[in-house]
């Protein structure tokens, strides 16, 4: 059974962060590790992290200065043992039992790839008319720029093997993590498979991080990547 590394990058999610812990524990997948980064959160997310610094099976870290998601997950990434690498977001949109489905799917491929769980290939609710639509657009766009069929290029879920991912610098510091680990993938030439996951979205007043000045971003992401390294 290969080790499942579980990134969770963490800002200010105090309210939601020990129910996701639980129900990342609670996947009936043994060999895991789960690494929480916390990116200098202001609110008692660092206090909630550190009651799991001696636990088995966690890894902790912290940041002095924020450095965005892309910066929290870089952290994450440098401390995986997993032959498999996935991240999940500290709040409650994702259902971690879907990690199964993707690592079922990755074990059905002989040839090295990366497995995305689409949220539009699954059922998902509460999911805003500026969301859909931009997630829908940088997806057309992710397809155009690189020839492929993907429907949820956006998606957190992206299962990943080590191997891959030691091989890709990021460079992006916030939400534009997802239109450069994509892009820089499908450079490389490896096959990216889709499978159908759930999602719950919730609202910027609930405590959402990403607005729309973060999709054009991520549209320059895509655009700058397809042309360098």
């Given amino acids: 059974?290969?080790?499942?590394?579980?990134?969770?990058?963490?800002?200010?999610?105090?309210?939601?962060?020990?129910?996701?812990v639980s129900k990342v524990e609670?996947?009936?997948?043994?060999?895991?590790?789960?690494i929480l980064v916390d990116d200098c959160s202001k609110d008692k997310s660092p206090q909630i992290i550190s009651s799991y610094k001696d636990k088995k099976g966690f890894v902790v870290c912290f940041h002095e200065k924020n450095r965005g998601k892309g910066g929290a997950l870089k952290t994450g990434f440098t401390k995986a043992t997993g032959d498999l690498i996935i991240v999940q977001d500290a709040d409650l949109e994702y259902d971690p039992q879907d990690y199964l489905k993707l690592i079922d799917k990755y074990n059905e491929n002989t040839n090295?790839?990366?497995?995305?769980?689409?949220r539009f290939m699954g059922n998902y609710k509460d999911m805003s008319n500026l969301h859909f639509l931009g997630n829908k657009l940088l997806t057309l766009i992710t397809n155009i720029l690189y020839g492929q069929t993907l429907t949820?290029?956006?998606?957190?879920?992206?299962?990943i093997p080590k191997e891959i991912i030691t091989k890709v610098d990021i460079k992006s510091?916030?939400?534009?993590?997802?239109p450069e680990i994509t892009a820089k993938i499908l450079k490389m030439g490896y096959k990216i498979n889709e499978v159908p996951i759930s999602y719950s979205g919730?609202?910027?007043?609930e405590g959402k991080h990403i607005t729309w000045k973060d999709g054009f971003s991520a549209i320059w992401t895509l655009i700058k990547f397809r042309f360098v390294n």
Avoid: A, H, W
């Fill in 173 to 178: 510091l916030r939400f534009n993590f997802e």
């Fill in 26 to 34: 609670e996947v009936n997948y043994q060999n895991k590790e789960i």
């Fill in 1 to 20: 059974m290969k080790k499942l590394s579980i990134v969770i990058p963490v800002y200010n999610e105090e309210k939601t962060l020990t129910s996701i």
């Fill in 152 to 159: 949820d290029m956006e998606t957190c879920y992206k299962l």
């Fill in 202 to 205: 919730r609202t910027l007043r």
């Fill in 112 to 118: 090295k790839c990366v497995i995305y769980g689409s």
